[in-house]
């Protein structure tokens, strides 16, 4: 099968289950955790009322009140683990902060991440950042040997650039047959129109870079 059609097909599924993330999310988010906030409410009443009447009842009230506050916390933690969405919602930097947070979790290596808080970009792109951004890291932190990872946002000559650069020992013949993340990377930055660069070295590790015109921008 052409790599450009598995790409598609491999496209189409992902954004199928970004979707139906997407509805659980806002499943947990809209409904369960204001359910839970409801009653946080009416337990706060009922500690209001109560109080005089009933020796022990405002602690124990507000235990419950603090278990509550914990469970809603933790719902908007899934919450947000399952959102496809978090860059419309938080923005770039703070999506890619989360990312780098993640997996810093579990590799063992460096990993640092760059973020200019001068460069405001569409959302559109800024998207498009974040897939590449994400399948970048997925490969470098799978490199044999990467014990170094650095990521990059920022405004220069004229260009958004997002670069991901690793000391892992690449394989050079990986374009010949590139992986899923290549895949994903290469068909995200082609429909929107963004100039993608993956050097390979056995020696410097490899460096992906995504770029684009400012001008072109809606910003």
């Known amino acids: 099968m052409p790599q450009p059609v598995l790409a598609e097909m491999l496209f189409t599924a992902l954004n199928e289950h970004e979707a139906a993330l997407s509805r659980v999310a806002r499943l947990l988010h809209d409904d369960v955790s204001q359910v839970l906030s409801a009653v946080g409410l009416q337990l706060d009443a009922m500690r209001m009322d109560f109080r005089d009447g009933a020796p ?3 602690d124990r009230t507000a235990e ?6 914990q ?18 919602r938080a923005g770039l930097q ?11 979790k579990t590799f063992t ?26 399948c970048a890291l997925e490969i470098a932190v799978t490199q044999p040997e990467c014990s170094v990872v650095d990521i990059h946002v920022k405004r220069s000559q004229g260009e958004f650039v997002l670069k991901v650069n690793d000391n892992g020992k690449s394989d050079n013949d990986a374009n010949d047959s590139p992986s899923l993340g290549r895949l994903l990377m290469g068909y995200h930055a082609s429909r929107n129109k963004v100039t993608l660069s993956i050097k390979n070295s056995s020696q410097a590790g ?3 870079r995504a770029t684009y015109p400012i001008s072109e921008s809606a910003v």
């Open 94 to 104: 703070f999506a890619l902060d989360r990312l780098v947070g993640n997996t810093r």
């Open 206 to 208: 490899t460096m992906i």
């Open 64 to 69: 419950i009140q603090t278990m509550l506050e």
């Open 56 to 58: 022990g009842f405002e």
């Open 71 to 88: 469970a809603i916390g933790q719902l908007r933690d899934i919450s947000n683990e399952l959102n496809p969405s978090i860059v419309e």
């Open 109 to 134: 290596g460096t990993l640092h991440m760059h973020f200019d808080p001068a460069t405001r970009m569409p959302t559109a792109l800024a998207k498009t950042f974040y897939k590449i951004a994400e």
